[in-house]
């Protein structure tokens, strides 16, 4: 059976994309290649514990067993060593991706206190969207009670075409929240 979101993507994005931008062909319409979670772990330069902590929270939310991610150069002022683990990720493709998306939308995102939507500013060129986290602890996954360290996470929504508008348009369909626009373009 196929997650949610992936059958909404066929069902409802494909032919609203195609009468709203007159784009002919189904294969014009841009489409999700993937998702990539990072978690930049800075602290564990001095307490390897973080970054186990970390790997293991990314682990629960993604249900994928995230890759480290090693410094590539030393930067004595911040006691850093070549190689050096400071980070984790994980790349989540096919219906493990479609079902972190809802997961992200429907629980985690109305979680956050204060949330006033996603901002339009954080598309790249290529149509593709970035949003941070600032904790882990707004997945329903994550038992509060285990959590020692609070930890950020940069989530970055992969298209494979397309400009933003069109990107934008295939995330709005499939229920992402973003803010109301206001007269100073935001």
Do not use: W
């Amino acid at each position: 059976m196929r997650p949610r979101l992936q059958q909404k993507y066929r069902e409802e994005v494909i032919p609203q994309m195609k009468e709203k931008f007159g784009i002919k062909n189904v294969m014009a319409v841009p489409k999700i290649t993937k998702i990539v979670i990072n978690m930049g772990v800075g602290k564990a330069i001095n307490d390897m514990r973080i970054m186990d902590s970390a790997v293991q929270d990314l682990t629960t939310i993604c249900g994928q067993k995230p890759v480290i991610t090693r410094s590539k150069e030393a930067i004595s002022n911040f006691k850093l060593r070549e190689g050096m683990p400071i980070g984790c990720k994980v790349t989540l493709r096919g219906s493990r991706m479609y079902e972190f998306l809802d997961r992200l939308i429907t629980f985690a995102l109305p979680r956050i206190r204060d949330f006033n939507g996603l901002s339009f500013k954080s598309f790249d060129k290529g149509g593709n969207f970035t949003l941070g986290l600032q904790e882990q602890s707004i997945f329903p996954e994550i038992d509060l009670v285990k959590v020692t360290h609070t930890q950020g996470m940069d989530i970055t929504i992969v298209f494979d075409k397309g400009p933003k508008e069109h990107t934008c348009e295939v995330l709005r369909i499939l229920g992402v929240p973003f803010r109301k626009k206001t007269h100073l373009g935001e």
